[in-house]
């Protein structure tokens, strides 16, 4: 037997580590291992890694904390191409993350990932760059980032990719990426369109929808419309909406023919391959709400375009909508109700809506969903601009009650277009009585006080459209509307300054409203307003000349002239000149004031007896003082005066009954509304006047004839030289004490001054017809300027000549008439 030899074994190279095999189950273990210079360690640690981020949301917060992200996005550019795409998937699924996101922004990962988007790189990797991007495109900042880093070139190739993750990423990434108007314009350069319409070819239905939904936003613009056309773009549409098996993808393909059939030419084109026709056709039949709403809105685009609300009108576009209105949905509701605010534009639809639609929208009107109520009453207001057919059928339809409730809603379009409804209907006669009835002034005071420039200006608009009715400017008073409307003249708004006005020109057409705004201070806004070129307007201009024409008091102190077409009526009263922003009290206000030493306020009311309520109660054998008397005092010395002119009789008798007695006078004399006590003097002189002077013949006669009168009652022709003797100053003040008031009633005056004479000649010319003006001087003159026509010259036969202006002497020669430029009517004025 041989000798065994034992054979030795090698021991290993000293500088070798024998191989370990190491298992862990900590993350924070396996993220070292991401620092390791092994290439088989680094992708089994990011192996690990993506399996544990898979798993959910916390755990991709945990590797976050523990620093992996910052070793992963060194590994993602590493030149072996496992660890390269194990760490690149890593990162895709991580992407997720809202932290993750906000630290591969600081990080600045986008350039990296895009530069792995090339043909050559490995189709994991492309998917989960593209996925990175995806997720991190939801940020505006990175879509800028993308854009300027060219990444839109890249994507565009990638929708042809083999690889359905990688086509799906990437047109995902697309469509968030074009809603910045930049990428939407570059992706057209980059044909972008021809691999889109590739893709609603794919047989998975997420990748057909994100491509739908890229084209819908692209189609927004015009030249992607184009090419889509000329692509055959809308065909691929028409026959996706024809596919019942794609019926979950008929919204977006109708989302992007409403942006095609913005163009005319588009329209036609559909129109001539029997496309519109298919299209309207499917809407009628579909029961999909959202495909229902989508069509309206692609058909209200469309009406943008006067062509094509022709053509539209042409296929009968009206039936379509108006079905759409019944259906129980309330955004088909208000997308069918914007579509036919859109085609209203077109006058044939307008009067096809006016026979079917309008008693659907009124409905609507009651509808509790506001964007309903709003969209329905838009469409109404466009409807019924004029179109007096229209809105005689909204008011048929019942539509007055609801419009009116919805001045009263929270959302201004709504409110602004319902007073605009009711402003439309309420240029027929008829129409705007009933509307009145509902008490649509007093409802129009929360609009005008609206914040609302658009409310406030409809609101004021509606005013003036129905203040040309008293009972409806009474209606607005006693709402205390008009002092909201006064605000508005503030606006610094051009419209709501105009339309406010308007309706405070409108309003102003009857003294008591009048007086009410001047009161508000109209009258020193509506001059602020005239004095500023860039503020007046025709209205501002209107506004002031009526509401002094219904406020001749206010006129008369304010500007000093009244025209013969202003006519004193009872209740002016002559303050004297004021100071322009001085507020005007009226004659109640002044009524209530103590006995002061200045001038006297001179009145006119030369009302019938049985016509005021406080002179009826006084027995007949009272005297001229004491019925002139009592209105000016308080109520108190009023009854106590009245008390007082009783028999002894009488009194006793009323001692029985005092207390009782004297709370019902309390009561009543509350509960009556103020009334300056009648003039009986100047109702006399009306009354003589009458009978003397109408049945002269002539103007000039009439004239002369009337001035002798005036002068007469008071005191008579007074010689120039001696009319600083004429003691008128003195018989007024003694006038004042007597009535222990500062008001004297004209016709207690018995010597008269110029500005007397001439206030009387002017009130007693106004109620007989004879045309004339009145004119304030200074010192205490006044006079009347009358216009007449001279005889023609002697031997002239037929000629007419024109009038001639002449200034009526009342003092120094009664009748005298001087001629408005003479030297005579320049010393009577002034010396």
Same mark, same amino acid.
């Given at each position: 037997m041989g000798k065994? /030899? +034992?054979? @030795? /074994? @090698?021991?290993?190279?000293? #500088? /070798?580590? @024998?191989?370990? $095999?190491?298992?862990?189950? &900590? &993350? &924070?273990?396996? /993220?070292?291992?991401l620092d390791s210079p092994e290439e088989e360690v680094l992708a089994k640690a990011c192996d690990a890694i993506y399996k544990f981020a898979s798993k959910g949301d916390e755990n991709k917060v945990a590797l976050l904390g523990l620093g992996a992200v910052e070793r992963l996005y060194k590994l993602i550019s590493h030149e072996d191409p496992i660890v390269r795409r194990n760490a690149m998937m890593v990162f895709g699924i991580m992407a997720s993350n809202h932290d993750v996101k906000k630290l591969l922004r600081e990080l600045d990962v986008t350039s990296s990932l895009l530069s792995h988007l090339v043909p050559e790189e490995d189709v994991v990797i492309h998917e989960f760059a593209t996925l990175c991007l995806a997720h991190m495109a939801v940020e505006y900042t990175t879509k800028v980032q993308i854009f300027e880093q060219g990444g839109l070139e890249p994507l565009i190739s990638l929708l042809s990719s083999p690889d359905p993750d990688v086509t799906k990423n990437s047109v995902e990434c697309i469509y968030l990426l074009v809603q910045d108007f930049q990428s939407r314009a570059a992706v057209c350069e980059l044909n972008v369109i021809p691999p889109l319409l590739d893709l609603l070819k794919s047989e998975y239905p997420v990748i057909q929808l994100l491509a739908l939904k890229t084209l819908e936003v692209i189609s927004k613009d015009r030249e992607t419309r184009i090419i889509l056309g000329e692509n055959q773009g809308l065909d691929c549409l028409l026959k996706i909406l024809e596919t019942n098996e794609f019926n979950d993808l008929h919204v977006e393909a109708l989302a992007v023919l409403g942006n095609c059939l913005e163009d005319v030419h588009t329209m036609q084109l559909i129109r001539q391959t029997g496309g519109l026709k298919k299209l309207l056709s499917f809407v009628g039949v579909s029961t999909v709400p959202d495909i229902q709403k989508n069509a309206a809105k692609a058909i209200a685009k469309a009406a943008c375009d006067s062509e094509n609300r022709k053509i539209l009108n042409e296929e009968n576009v009206e039936n379509c909508l108006i079905n759409l209105l019944e259906i129980d949905d309330d955004g088909v509701k208000v997308a069918a109700s914007q579509a036919i605010s859109a085609m209203c534009e077109n006058l044939a639809s307008k009067r096809a809506f006016g026979l079917q639609g309008i008693p659907q929208l009124v409905q609507l009107l009651s509808s509790d969903d506001e964007e309903v109520k709003e969209a329905a009453v838009i469409a109404l207001a466009n409807l019924t601009t004029a179109s007096p057919s229209n809105a005689s059928a909204v008011a048929e339809a019942e539509g007055i009650e609801p419009l009116v409730k919805t001045l009263n809603t929270e959302r201004h379009e709504a409110v602004a277009n319902a007073a605009a409804v009711l402003t439309n209907m309420a240029m027929q006669e008829p129409l705007r009585l009933c509307i009145q009835s509902h008490g649509v002034m007093s409802v129009l005071t929360e609009p005008l006080r609206s914040a609302s420039s658009r409310v406030q200006s409809r609101a004021a608009l509606t005013v003036a459209a129905f203040?040309? #009715?008293?009972?409806?400017?009474?209606? $607005? +008073? #006693? &709402?205390?509307? $008009?002092?909201p409307l006064v605000e508005l003249l503030h606006s610094k708004d051009k419209e709501v300054r105009r339309n406010a006005c308007w309706a405070v020109m409108v309003c102003a057409s009857d003294e008591l409203t009048a007086v009410e705004l001047c009161r508000l201070g109209a009258l020193d806004i509506l001059e602020e307003i005239n004095q500023s070129t860039g503020r007046r307007n025709n209205f501002s201009e209107a506004a002031l000349e009526r509401l002094l024409d219904n406020n001749l008091s206010q006129k008369y102190s304010q500007m000093g002239y009244l025209s013969s077409s202003n006519v004193i009526t009872d209740g002016f009263y002559d303050y004297g000149k004021i100071k322009p922003g001085v507020k005007l009290l009226s004659l109640e206000e002044l009524s209530m004031q103590e006995l002061a030493d200045r001038r006297a306020i001179i009145f006119i009311n030369a009302k019938p007896q049985e016509d005021v309520l406080a002179v009826e109660e006084k027995p007949q054998h009272l005297s001229y003082e004491q019925t002139t008397l009592s209105p000016f005092t308080s109520r108190k010395s009023s009854r106590e005066k009245v008390r007082k002119g009783k028999g002894k009789k009488e009194e006793e008798k009323m001692k029985e009954v005092e207390i009782m007695s004297e709370v019902q006078d309390e009561i009543n004399l509350e509960d009556v509304q103020w009334q300056p006590p009648p003039d009986f003097m100047l109702m006399n002189y009306i009354n003589d006047a009458s009978k003397t002077i109408l049945p002269l013949t002539t103007t000039r006669e009439q004239v002369v004839a009337l001035a002798q009168f005036v002068a007469d009652k008071m005191g008579g022709a007074i010689e120039r030289d001696k009319l600083h003797d004429f003691s008128w100053e003195l018989h007024i003040s003694e006038i004042k004490f007597e009535l222990k008031s500062n008001i004297v009633p004209i016709g207690k005056v018995k010597k008269g001054t110029f500005y007397h004479r001439a206030l009387l000649f002017k009130v007693i010319a106004d109620r007989l017809g004879i045309g004339c003006s009145l004119v304030r001087g200074e010192y205490n003159r006044g006079w009347n300027e009358v216009k007449l026509v001279d005889d023609s010259p002697q031997g002239v036969t037929g000629l007419l000549l024109p009038p001639q202006e002449y200034i009526v002497d009342l003092m120094f020669v009664p009748g005298f008439l001087m001629k408005q430029e003479s030297v005579e009517a320049d010393q009577y004025k002034y010396i």
């Amino acid at each position: 037997m041989g000798k065994k /030899v +034992r054979k @030795e /074994v @090698e021991p290993p190279p000293k #500088d /070798v580590f @024998e191989p370990l $095999l190491i298992e862990s189950k &900590a &993350a &924070a273990t396996v /993220v070292l291992m991401l620092d390791s210079p092994e290439e088989e360690v680094l992708a089994k640690a990011c192996d690990a890694i993506y399996k544990f981020a898979s798993k959910g949301d916390e755990n991709k917060v945990a590797l976050l904390g523990l620093g992996a992200v910052e070793r992963l996005y060194k590994l993602i550019s590493h030149e072996d191409p496992i660890v390269r795409r194990n760490a690149m998937m890593v990162f895709g699924i991580m992407a997720s993350n809202h932290d993750v996101k906000k630290l591969l922004r600081e990080l600045d990962v986008t350039s990296s990932l895009l530069s792995h988007l090339v043909p050559e790189e490995d189709v994991v990797i492309h998917e989960f760059a593209t996925l990175c991007l995806a997720h991190m495109a939801v940020e505006y900042t990175t879509k800028v980032q993308i854009f300027e880093q060219g990444g839109l070139e890249p994507l565009i190739s990638l929708l042809s990719s083999p690889d359905p993750d990688v086509t799906k990423n990437s047109v995902e990434c697309i469509y968030l990426l074009v809603q910045d108007f930049q990428s939407r314009a570059a992706v057209c350069e980059l044909n972008v369109i021809p691999p889109l319409l590739d893709l609603l070819k794919s047989e998975y239905p997420v990748i057909q929808l994100l491509a739908l939904k890229t084209l819908e936003v692209i189609s927004k613009d015009r030249e992607t419309r184009i090419i889509l056309g000329e692509n055959q773009g809308l065909d691929c549409l028409l026959k996706i909406l024809e596919t019942n098996e794609f019926n979950d993808l008929h919204v977006e393909a109708l989302a992007v023919l409403g942006n095609c059939l913005e163009d005319v030419h588009t329209m036609q084109l559909i129109r001539q391959t029997g496309g519109l026709k298919k299209l309207l056709s499917f809407v009628g039949v579909s029961t999909v709400p959202d495909i229902q709403k989508n069509a309206a809105k692609a058909i209200a685009k469309a009406a943008c375009d006067s062509e094509n609300r022709k053509i539209l009108n042409e296929e009968n576009v009206e039936n379509c909508l108006i079905n759409l209105l019944e259906i129980d949905d309330d955004g088909v509701k208000v997308a069918a109700s914007q579509a036919i605010s859109a085609m209203c534009e077109n006058l044939a639809s307008k009067r096809a809506f006016g026979l079917q639609g309008i008693p659907q929208l009124v409905q609507l009107l009651s509808s509790d969903d506001e964007e309903v109520k709003e969209a329905a009453v838009i469409a109404l207001a466009n409807l019924t601009t004029a179109s007096p057919s229209n809105a005689s059928a909204v008011a048929e339809a019942e539509g007055i009650e609801p419009l009116v409730k919805t001045l009263n809603t929270e959302r201004h379009e709504a409110v602004a277009n319902a007073a605009a409804v009711l402003t439309n209907m309420a240029m027929q006669e008829p129409l705007r009585l009933c509307i009145q009835s509902h008490g649509v002034m007093s409802v129009l005071t929360e609009p005008l006080r609206s914040a609302s420039s658009r409310v406030q200006s409809r609101a004021a608009l509606t005013v003036a459209a129905f203040g040309c #009715d008293a009972n409806a400017r009474s209606e $607005l +008073r #006693d &709402a205390g509307g $008009l002092g909201p409307l006064v605000e508005l003249l503030h606006s610094k708004d051009k419209e709501v300054r105009r339309n406010a006005c308007w309706a405070v020109m409108v309003c102003a057409s009857d003294e008591l409203t009048a007086v009410e705004l001047c009161r508000l201070g109209a009258l020193d806004i509506l001059e602020e307003i005239n004095q500023s070129t860039g503020r007046r307007n025709n209205f501002s201009e209107a506004a002031l000349e009526r509401l002094l024409d219904n406020n001749l008091s206010q006129k008369y102190s304010q500007m000093g002239y009244l025209s013969s077409s202003n006519v004193i009526t009872d209740g002016f009263y002559d303050y004297g000149k004021i100071k322009p922003g001085v507020k005007l009290l009226s004659l109640e206000e002044l009524s209530m004031q103590e006995l002061a030493d200045r001038r006297a306020i001179i009145f006119i009311n030369a009302k019938p007896q049985e016509d005021v309520l406080a002179v009826e109660e006084k027995p007949q054998h009272l005297s001229y003082e004491q019925t002139t008397l009592s209105p000016f005092t308080s109520r108190k010395s009023s009854r106590e005066k009245v008390r007082k002119g009783k028999g002894k009789k009488e009194e006793e008798k009323m001692k029985e009954v005092e207390i009782m007695s004297e709370v019902q006078d309390e009561i009543n004399l509350e509960d009556v509304q103020w009334q300056p006590p009648p003039d009986f003097m100047l109702m006399n002189y009306i009354n003589d006047a009458s009978k003397t002077i109408l049945p002269l013949t002539t103007t000039r006669e009439q004239v002369v004839a009337l001035a002798q009168f005036v002068a007469d009652k008071m005191g008579g022709a007074i010689e120039r030289d001696k009319l600083h003797d004429f003691s008128w100053e003195l018989h007024i003040s003694e006038i004042k004490f007597e009535l222990k008031s500062n008001i004297v009633p004209i016709g207690k005056v018995k010597k008269g001054t110029f500005y007397h004479r001439a206030l009387l000649f002017k009130v007693i010319a106004d109620r007989l017809g004879i045309g004339c003006s009145l004119v304030r001087g200074e010192y205490n003159r006044g006079w009347n300027e009358v216009k007449l026509v001279d005889d023609s010259p002697q031997g002239v036969t037929g000629l007419l000549l024109p009038p001639q202006e002449y200034i009526v002497d009342l003092m120094f020669v009664p009748g005298f008439l001087m001629k408005q430029e003479s030297v005579e009517a320049d010393q009577y004025k002034y010396i």
